[in-house]
């Protein structure tokens, strides 16, 4: 847990504690939980002083301080280089470019914009919302690393994700907060069915463009879960 919290989020932890990344990643689902805390305290303290739209805002600028935007710097990297039609190969160089080029930046600013729009037409008494929805995003990797490849096999941030292979048991934090989303009511199945649809969807668009992937577009299939399923918490449909 504590390696899956120093991976994902800048909060301190213990100085003595070694990082072990195939460790921490069945715990991603639990340090969503924890990211989801800390936006619901924000958006409770902050609507004692601003209206709702501001309140929806500052829940954002959480999201993004809280993992210190490095799920956004995943987003830009991976439009930039998903875009258009290349090789794998040009398109994993792109993404390597510490340099942001004008689709990243498009879908950075998109994928703030509606991720506003979702939190700020929540209904009032949704706030379980905003605790489960970073938890079910980060869930997505577990997903994605199951069923794509690395795709620098010669070294790269995400390649110690990877090894050993993940088992079905590493999916039991998954299992908790698909358990917890009762506590949503109807919004339980519109919730995993959202998840499902996007997720799913986006990795199988990922096997599709380059069969593979990497760090980057882990972190974009985060932000744009994250982003779809406060949009399908905000809509008026419901089971």
């Known amino acids: ?19 072990n990344a195939r460790a921490a990643l069945p715990y991603f689902p639990m340090c969503g939980l924890a990211i989801g805390a800390v936006v619901v305290a924000v958006d409770i303290l902050t609507s004692l002083v601003w209206p709702k739209p501001v309140v929806a805002m500052m829940d954002i600028v959480a999201l993004a301080v809280i993992s210190g935007a490095l799920h956004l ?60 929805v970073p938890a079910y995003a980060r869930a997505s990797v577990l997903f994605a690393t199951r069923h794509l490849p ?50 799913m969807g986006l990795i199988g668009w990922y096997r599709r463009k380059i069969n593979c992937v990497t760090g980057d577009m882990l972190g974009a299939l985060i932000e744009i879960t994250e982003t779809g399923l406060f949009l399908m918490a905000a ?4 089971a």
């Open 150 to 199: 690395y795709g620098r096999p010669e070294g790269g941030t995400g390649l110690s994700f990877f090894d050993p292979p993940l088992q079905n048991r590493d999916f039991w934090g998954f299992g908790l907060i698909v358990m917890l989303s009762i506590l949503t009511m109807w919004g339980f199945i519109k919730l995993n069915i959202g998840f499902a649809l996007i997720a």
């Open 1 to 19: 847990m504590w390696s899956a919290i120093q991976f994902l989020t800048i909060l301190p932890c213990p100085a003595r504690q070694a990082f």
């Open 235 to 238: 809509s008026h449909w419901s």
């Open 73 to 132: 710097d995943g987003l830009a990297d991976t439009a930039d280089g998903l875009y258009g039609r290349r090789e794998p190969e040009q398109v994993l160089a792109i993404m390597k470019d510490s340099r942001v080029g004008a689709m990243g930046v498009v879908a950075v600013v998109f994928c703030l914009a509606l991720k506003w729009v979702g939190v700020a037409n929540l209904a009032t008494g949704d706030k379980i919302w905003l605790l489960i």
